[in-house]
């Protein structure tokens, strides 16, 4: 527990009794007129306790070593000054407590005995200070060898807990006394870090987060979006990284997204990378097919060869179909594809079902398809390689090379080759 010493310096008037031989009870304390009669006892407005060491100002029972009472609702206390401006004061009736009320602009310092700035208070530039006693900020917290912990609890007996913990910064422009609406592109608050460097704190925010005004304000529209911003290795330059606008979409390395999802990113390197325990998906337009996954053999066990007859079996057994979603409408252009269940029904492995809704994995076909093709052009060039023999071929013309002959053509030949 930290130790606070303060020291007050009250100044007291009182009345004098008029009686000058009144009895006198033990604590009391005895005041002289002007001609050094004494005059009494006044122990309802001065009293000391001599058992206890309290004194009494306004009481005859005090309580602590200093003991104020105010005998109505429009009591004050007043400590160390004059005419009216205290640096230490109180008024009972608007239950103000007020601090170097003397004039001028006064700092004012809570000391402990283990901490020469436990709190201070500029009054000079309105600024407050703990733990320091030169704050640069509105409000600065400082701390040697420990974290600086700001924290600020809620709690709620309420089923659906609505209350909340807020951490808030508002803006308007005009002034306190009339303030104006916000217009586009003005920050309504900023949350940021800044760190020290050679010789100083870098002058201003190195990343951070900033909401800013979508729109101008009305009572009807505020319409905001979300910047985070970060400031590269090696640079002193803050950029804008990652963009949540006022419909909703993200925009990453983009600041103006137009869907729900934009990345953007000079060169050709990947654009997004998506990883579990079992391996990692790229996407890079750069790349043919844009998506790469993991595929090496190094992280595979159990491999066994997918036959062509095999494939050519399930490619055939598919229904390719085409359809609306049922929250199109029947005019819209159809979608091409598969249905999952029936997929599912021939090639399990490429069918996924989450939420009571299944969805298929068109990559995973594409193993089964290169296998048909296999099998097909093995068929083909067995075809190639062998003559044809059959009992009869029926045709319109019959040709070799560039030469054909007509049905009547060959009835002439053959009836010259008779003769």
Do not use: H
């Not at 390395?253 to 869907?259: A, L």
């Not at 319109?396 to 003769?419: A, H, P, Q, S």
């Amino acid at each position: 527990m930290k130790k606070f010493a303060y020291l007050f310096i009250a100044f007291i008037v009182f009345v004098p009794y008029l009686n000058t031989n009144a009895a006198l009870t033990p604590g009391s304390v005895v005041f002289a007129n002007p001609v050094g009669k004494n005059t009494g006892q006044d122990n309802l407005n001065f009293f000391w306790n001599d058992t206890l060491n309290y004194l009494g100002i306004g009481t005859n029972s005090p309580s602590s070593p200093l003991t104020v009472v105010g005998n109505t609702l429009t009591g004050s206390l007043g400590v160390g000054g004059v005419s009216g401006n205290y640096p230490f004061s109180y008024d009972s009736l608007t239950s103000t407590l007020t601090l170097n009320d003397i004039g001028d602009a006064k700092n004012i310092r809570i000391k402990s005995d283990n901490e020469n700035d436990l709190l201070f208070i500029d009054g000079v530039n309105d600024r407050i200070g703990v733990g320091l006693s030169n704050p640069t900020y509105e409000f600065e917290v400082a701390n040697d060898g420990q974290n600086v912990e700001i924290v600020a609890d809620t709690f709620s007996t309420s089923p659906t807990f609505t209350t909340k913990t807020v951490f808030g910064g508002r803006a308007a422009r005009g002034t306190r006394i009339s303030p104006l609406p916000v217009q586009n592109n003005d920050i309504l608050a900023e949350f940021s870090g800044l760190g020290y460097g050679t010789t100083a704190f870098a002058p201003s925010t190195t990343a951070g987060m900033r909401v800013i005004a979508a729109e101008t304000f009305s009572d009807s529209a505020w319409g905001t979006g979300l910047f985070f911003r970060t400031t590269g290795r090696g640079s002193v330059i803050l950029q804008t990284r990652m963009v949540v606008d006022a419909d909703g979409n993200v925009g990453i390395g983009d600041t103006t997204p137009e869907t729900p999802l934009d990345v953007e990113k000079t060169g050709t390197l990947d654009v997004a990378t998506f990883t579990n325990t079992s391996g990692t998906c790229s996407i890079n337009p750069a790349v043919a097919g844009g998506i790469t996954c993991t595929s090496d053999v190094n992280l595979k066990k159990n491999i066994e060869s997918i036959s062509s007859g095999e494939s050519l079996d399930i490619i055939k057994n598919l229904r390719p179909v085409k359809y609306n979603w049922k929250n199109e409408s029947d005019k819209e252009n159809k979608t091409s594809g598969f249905i999952a269940q029936e997929v599912e029904a021939i090639l399990p492995e490429v069918v996924v079902t989450e939420n009571n809704q299944k969805r298929i994995s068109m990559s995973g076909l594409i193993p089964y398809i290169v296998g048909s093709l296999t099998d097909l052009a093995s068929r083909f060039e067995k075809i190639e390689n062998e003559k044809i023999t059959t009992p009869k071929i029926e045709t319109e013309l019959l040709c070799v090379g560039d030469t054909c002959l007509t049905e009547e053509e060959v009835i002439k030949l053959k009836i010259l080759l008779e003769n």
